[in-house]
């Protein structure tokens, strides 16, 4: 157990529609990052926070935004979805925004989305 | 435009012997290297980690190689077990201010009893 927590497990939604992940980090860890995974593919970085700033953003559609909240919890919204959208979803924490000598992330166990 | 690739999709090992997977990248920029194993249904959990001022590191059975040179990564497993099968993946990143990761596509590790 990574002490990362997501939520829901599964979700199963039609496209067009709105969605909101959750992520709730470990204790004491100010950074979270979120990555999706699609159907045999890699884990692709979305975006990352820190202490409830955006900090870094990677290959995430306009169609998706997120936030940290000053409890540290992070949401993940996706919108106007498709059916591309299909895909795992991760959220990662970190102590730090950047650790020095490892950039040693915990991971959740993932957001399970499909898109109809 | 692939930064990262793995070469190997999948790769069986006897358990006892030597587990090899690799990693080649494209960007110069890259400053720590990481790899992650993950089992099904859960999330990839790191492993081991090198810095780009280091050439290799060693943590009980997991050794991570760095040739900067030939910008590859590697990692060797010994001896291999069984509960080494998983999928692993090279990770990337580089040391600023935001920290946008790089994830191979992965290589699914077999270890047959």
Redo the contacts between chains.
């Keep these: 157990d990574?002490g990362?927590t997501q939520t829901p497990k599964h979700l199963i939604t039609a496209t067009g529609q709105r969605v909101t992940l959750r992520c709730s980090p470990r204790s004491g860890d100010l950074?979270v990052?979120w990555?999706q995974q699609s159907l045999d593919?890699?884990?692709?970085?979305l975006i990352?926070y820190y202490n409830g700033e955006e900090?870094?953003?990677?290959n995430i559609l306009e169609r998706f935004s997120a936030q940290q909240f000053p409890d540290l919890h992070s949401e993940l919204n996706l919108s106007s979805l498709e059916l591309g959208d299909s895909a795992l979803y991760?959220c990662?924490s970190s102590v730090e925004?950047?650790t020095g000598?490892?950039?040693?992330?915990?991971?959740?166990?993932?957001t399970r989305l499909t898109v109809t | 435009d692939q930064q990262?690739k793995q070469n190997s999709p999948s790769l069986s090992v006897q358990e006892g012997r030597i587990s090899i997977l690799n990693c080649d990248y494209t960007n110069s920029m890259f400053d720590?290297f990481?790899w992650?194993k993950k089992y099904p249904?859960?999330?990839?959990?790191?492993l081991i980690?090198i810095?780009s001022i280091k050439d290799k590191n060693e943590d009980g059975r997991f050794t991570v190689f760095l040739n900067k040179s030939a910008k590859h990564l590697s990692l060797h497993i010994v001896p291999s077990q069984p509960g080494d099968s998983a999928v692993y993946?090279c990770?990337f990143?580089t040391?600023?201010?935001?920290?946008?990761?790089?994830?191979?596509?992965?290589t699914r590790l077999s270890v047959l009893p």
Excluded: C, H, I, M
Excluded at chain 1, 55 to 58: D, E, F, L, N, V
Excluded at chain 2, 41 to 46: L, R, V, Y
């Design positions: 990574s990362v950074s990052y990555y593919q890699g884990l692709q970085f990352q900090r870094a953003k990677g991760f990662a925004a950047w000598n490892a950039y040693e992330q915990y991971f959740g166990p993932g | 990262v720590y990481l992650y249904a859960e999330g990839p959990t790191f980690s810095s993946f990770a990143g040391d600023n201010y935001g920290q946008n990761f790089v994830f191979g596509p992965g």
